[in-house]
């Protein structure tokens, strides 16, 4: 994860290209019902409603099993096991309803979209590093919140959940079928900060939902400035191949600060990483202005 160069002036080349991949007439704002303020939180509560469906009956069945109620009785290898069950049900449950609810809701057009563009080195590259950077930099914030308590278990199954699971249909609903939502009825901006917010709320836990909303910024970004969701399940396959590396070696709830040894060398770090959270920021923001102004004039793009 170390700061070879500043790479985001790939992802402002790669993001002009942006505005001619989708047609002018889905990124007119304000043409659209869906999504409203309450279809948002609907689909909010679809997801939350998954899980407690799902969970609960998982306990009832873990009850007649001989297993009790308490999952943490498990052990790690059994509870991957179960979680990742747990997790694909509630999550394609999930994904089912909210793209029921869109159609009947009016929602239309494509809303999962793919693109080679999407497996752009320098682009992905930069956004990994850009990921580790605002990690560093919301440091002192998630040392005030509650720490995070999250059972997912040990072994291939929860590899499995974090690696491959969680990237696919998290991007499917938040870059799919929120972000491309937001953006047909209200432009580029606002389905990118909305769209973050949303991918943050999901994951429940107060740390966890600032650290994701910071997160979902930069996978929206690079979704916007690619066209294409294997960059972002790319990208957050990676992000959480990481995390489960730290949950495995025991360092799930570390921080940079906790593990390096020297004050001196932390500061520099912060330092550098509050830099580069900094001017790709700025960065993001031109082009995501760029992309409005282009959604705006699409004969111009």
Request: glycine share 10%; aromatic share 10%; net charge positive.
């Amino acid at each position: 994860m170390e700061e070879k160069k500043t790479p985001a002036s790939a992802a402002e080349s790669a993001a002009p290209e942006q505005p001619a991949a989708v047609p002018a007439a889905e990124l007119r704002p304000g043409r659209r019902k869906f999504p409203t303020v309450g279809d948002l939180f609907a689909m909010l509560g679809i997801a939350f409603g998954a899980q407690i469906v799902v969970g609960t009956a998982a306990m009832v069945f873990l009850l007649f099993a001989g297993h009790g109620l308490d999952f943490k009785s498990l052990e790690p290898a059994a509870l991957g096991k179960v979680m990742a069950a747990l997790y694909f049900c509630s999550m394609s449950i999930t994904l089912a309803g909210i793209l029921y609810y869109r159609r009947a809701r009016g929602g239309s057009g494509p809303w999962a979209r793919f693109s080679a563009r999407g497996l752009n080195p320098a682009l992905l590259l930069w956004a990994f590093v850009l990921i580790f950077a605002v990690g560093v930099v919301l440091e002192p914030l998630l040392r005030l919140m509650p720490e995070l308590s999250l059972e997912v278990g040990r072994g291939f199954w929860t590899i499995l959940s974090l690696v491959i699971f969680a990237p696919i249909f998290e991007e499917l609903i938040c870059r799919g079928v929120v972000l491309g939502s937001l953006r047909g009825k209200f432009g580029v901006t606002t389905a990118w900060l909305v769209s973050s917010l949303f991918f943050g709320v999901l994951h429940g836990q107060p740390v966890q939902v600032i650290n994701a909303t910071v997160i979902g910024l930069v996978l929206g970004y690079v979704y916007l400035a690619t066209d294409s969701l294997w960059s972002v399940m790319i990208l957050h396959a990676l992000n959480n191949a990481v995390a489960y590396l730290a949950l495995a070696t025991g360092h799930g709830n570390a921080l940079l600060i906790d593990l390096v040894g020297s004050r001196t060398l932390y500061v520099l770090i912060y330092i550098a990483a509050l830099a580069l959270s900094a001017v790709s920021g700025y960065m993001m923001v031109r082009t995501l202005r760029r992309m409005k102004e282009a959604e705006k004039n699409p004969s111009a793009a």
